[in-house]
């Protein structure tokens, strides 16, 4: 038993290093409330948001490879749209009616909406290209159903980390949700917070509850999970740098680092961690 609560421990560390996100800590910040109490309003706010970031990405994008910032802000619009639908679409994984697969649908839904705004920001065409995610491999869809295929390392360390922990692999939630699920005991504490989900990169793990088996805290980290897809695009501001480009086939340290700088004030001080902006997305978006 002491040797499984070191290693525990160890993983645990670790798992806080590279930025996990956590879900159902105690004493709530004033906005949480408000979520509550106006569902329609903050999900309008986070799907507003989605439209403007998207449309300065592919705007800018646009506009830096000479096909004009409107004409790339409209289509990145667009893109937004599509991706605040997917967004909606997989908080139904919280729900007991919906079907299980609706997590999954939401993902993909959400992932052409990113790979259209990507692929606008490049100065491409709309469609160019389609990309989405199981856990460490991206799939690049490209002129060929056979994707190519490329890695991120932070879902290998947390799949490792759950795997060290005695975490269960859920097969069943993994190919509903899309993505790596793990399921754990009990309620754990990171950085001082008891927690009953958390997520690293695109692995989500979970506590299984009487409520509805855990599929409400599953839709909250599902979301942190689109998050860590919305920073594809980091690898793109990487290629001008000697041989990124080249890197960035097989390895997109472009998210990676993203992921990293975005986290990084909630590994500093983790009272910063209701204020993370992919925590107030999830916080938005939940279903309750
Ligand atoms: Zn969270």
Not at 146 to 158: D, F, G, Q, R, V
Request: a positive charge; proline letters at 4%; charged letters at 20%.
């Amino acid at each position: 038993m002491a040797i499984k609560k070191t290693l525990m421990g160890i993983a645990l560390s670790a798992a806080m290093a590279i930025m996990p996100t956590t879900a159902k800590a105690e004493e709530r910040p004033r906005y949480i409330d408000w979520t509550y109490n106006n569902r329609n309003e903050a999900i309008a706010a986070v799907s507003c948001a989605n439209i403007v970031l998207s449309c300065l990405k592919s705007g800018i994008g646009s506009y830096m490879n000479d096909k004009g910032f409107l004409n790339g802000c409209a289509k990145g619009s667009l893109a937004g749209i599509v991706m605040s639908a997917g967004e909606y679409t997989a908080t139904f994984a919280a729900d007991k009616k919906a079907h299980p697969i609706t997590g999954g649908l939401g993902k993909l839904t959400h992932d052409l909406g990113v790979s259209i705004s990507d692929n606008v920001m490049r100065g491409e065409n709309m469609l160019s290209q389609y990309q989405t995610e199981l856990g460490p491999l991206t799939l690049t869809f490209r002129d060929s159903i056979t994707p190519k295929l490329s890695i991120t390392i932070i879902p290998i360390s947390a799949i490792g980390s759950n795997i060290i922990v005695g975490n269960k692999f859920d097969l069943k939630k993994s190919l509903y949700y899309l993505t790596p699920v793990f399921k754990m005991k009990d309620t754990i504490t990171i950085g001082g917070m008891a927690t009953d989900g958390y997520s690293i990169g695109n692995v989500i793990t979970y506590k299984s509850n009487k409520f509805n088996k855990g599929n409400d805290t599953i839709s909250h980290e599902l979301n942190h999970t689109l998050f860590w897809s919305k920073l594809r695009f980091c690898g793109d501001l990487l290629h001008p740098a000697p041989h990124m480009a080249e890197v960035e086939k097989a390895w997109n340290i472009g998210q990676e680092a993203c992921y990293g700088l975005i986290n990084l004030p909630m590994v500093i001080n983790n009272k910063t961690y209701y204020y993370q902006p992919h925590e107030i997305e999830a916080r938005m978006m939940e279903r309750q």
